[in-house]
Every structure is written in C-alpha cells, then in structure tokens.
C-alpha cells in the first residue's frame, strides 16, 4: 500500500509538471499568433492560436487529472491509516483479553478483603500502643 501511495503522488506531481509545460507553450504560442498577426500572415496566426487552446486545454486537463489523482491518493492514505489503528488496536484487544482472563474476580475480592482486616487490625494496635505511650508520658516522675 505504501509504494502505492509513493507511486501516485509521484504520478500527481508529474501531471502538475506537464501542466506547468503546456503553460509555457500555451504563452510561446500566443507569442508566435501576435508576431503572425503583426507580419500579416493570418493563415499562420490562425495556427498558431489553435495550438495556444490546445495547449491550454490540454495544460486544464492535466490539472484535472491531477486533482483526480490527488484525491485518490488522500484515500489511499486513509486506509493506510486505518489499516495501521485497526492492528494496533488488534494487539490492545488480545491484550487486554488475555489480562481478563488472568484476573480472578474472586481472589481479589478476596485479597482486598483481608488487606482491608489486616488494616483495621494495625490501626487498632497502632492505637493502643500510642495510648499508652500517651499515658507513659503523662506519668509524673517520683
């Protein structure tokens, strides 16, 4: 997909170049049809102005394509894109399938459960050995 992409941005830029070319040879043949005219030669100026449209129509058309190319290119990069999100999020999705299963609802519930008993145990030690702690200090020394 991605030498399809490199392949038709390559392909929007050469049809801009052409485009570009036709310009240029729209504007010599204009200059060609003025230079006719001011010669009196109607029959070459009259050529000469034919090849300046079809060059100018032919110069519009590679634009067109261009653009039509460009578009197709903006797709292509989109899928890309999606295609890249859609794998990532393939592998977070086996991930995360796989930490599902290995979690056991019920051991941790469980364990939760005891570090909640175990915390209320200390804090009721830790309450009593400041008490008297407390009392100690209170003591008047004889």
Request: glycine share 4%; proline share 1%; net charge positive.
């Amino acid at each position: 997909m991605e030498n399809l992409l490199f392949n038709l941005k390559f392909a929007v830029k050469d049809l801009e170049r052409s485009s570009k070319k036709c310009e240029k040879e729209e504007k010599a043949e204009k200059a060609k049809c003025k230079k006719a005219i001011q010669k009196g030669n109607m029959d070459g100026a009259k050529i000469h102005a034919e090849n300046a449209i079809r060059q100018k129509n032919q110069a519009l058309n590679f634009l067109r394509m261009a653009a039509r190319v460009d578009a197709v290119t903006s797709r292509v990069q989109t899928a890309v894109a999606t295609r890249k999100i859609t794998q990532s999020m393939a592998g977070v999705v086996k991930s995360m399938d796989s930490a599902m299963k290995s979690m056991n609802l019920e051991k941790i519930s469980g364990l939760n459960d005891k570090f909640e008993s175990q915390f209320e145990d200390f804090d009721v030690q830790s309450s009593y050995i400041e008490g008297r702690c407390h009392r100690q200090q209170q003591r008047p020394l004889h």
